[in-house]
T-cell receptor, first 110, second 113 residues
Framework: DAKTTQPPSMDCAEGRAANLPCNHS???????VYWYRQIHSQGPQYIIH???NNETNEMASLIITEDRKSSTLILPHATLRDTAVYYC???????????FGTGTRLQVFP | DGGITQSPKYLFRKEGQNVTLSCEQN?????MYWYRQDPGQGLRLIYY???????QKGDIAEGYSVSREKKESFPLTVTSAQKNPTAFYLC????????????FGPGTRLTVL
């Protein structure tokens, strides 16, 4: 069972920031938060992950609340190519399993 | 280029036939995975392998079989015992347990007629 809750869909204007929320209220101390995205009919692509601290890479930023019960993925300047399904996943450090929920379908419009 | 290849991209089979899906990686990854995705759903883990000649069942292993004779190859056989085999199948790999990023192949869309 997925341990995260995400809105089923969101829209974002091209060039604006896309903020994708995720609730993981039952997260354990050794579980990381991962984000992947899947463009239609392709394999998922890793975006970013974090444990406690906020993280940033060339693709996105991850903001994790202090109680770790929720997080937000930020795409700072969304483009049409960012249209995809975004999956928020929690994973323990001692397991290989990624449990995918149904994700958030982000539509970026011109 | 390093990466994961899956072939073919589209596969059609008659009901009752076994079919084997190919997955090859040249990333020198130890761990490999097979997932199944149904329309509008997330991915579900079928089998995974952390080293050569060893593999474990995932959440939905019934009706599937795998082998891991070589580090770079992890073929998946969909047997006739799988009740609803039509789906999108994805292979992934990573360096090993605890490594953060799973790299995914392009997927094979299997349709059983």
């Amino acid at each position: 069972d997925a341990k995260t809750t995400q809105p089923p869909s969101m829209d974002c204007a091209e060039g604006r920031a896309a903020n994708l929320p995720c609730n993981h209220s039952t997260i354990s101390g050794n579980e990381y938060v991962y984000w992947y995205r899947q463009i239609h009919s392709q394999g998922p692509q890793y975006i970013i992950h974090g444990l406690k601290n906020n993280e940033t890479n060339e693709m996105a930023s991850l903001i994790i609340t202090e109680d770790r019960k929720s997080s937000t993925l930020i795409l700072p300047h969304a483009t049409l190519r960012d249209t995809a399904v975004y999956y928020c996943i929690v994973r323990a450090s001692n397991t290989d399993k990624l449990i995918f929920g149904t994700g958030t379908r982000l539509q970026v419009f011109p | 280029d390093g990466g994961i290849t899956q072939s073919p991209k589209y596969l059609f089979r008659k009901e009752g036939q076994n079919v084997t899906l190919s997955c090859e990686q040249n990333l020198n990854h130890d761990a490999m995975y097979w997932y199944r995705q149904d329309p509008g759903q997330g991915l579900r883990l079928i089998y995974y392998s952390q080293i050569v000649n060893d593999f474990q069942k995932g959440d939905i292993a019934e009706g599937y079989s795998v082998s891991r004779e070589k580090k770079e190859s992890f073929p998946l056989t969909v047997t006739s015992a799988q009740k609803n085999p039509t789906a999108f199948y994805l292979c992934a790999s990573t360096y090993g347990r605890g490594y953060n990023e799973q790299f995914f192949g392009p997927g094979t869309r299997l349709t059983v007629l």
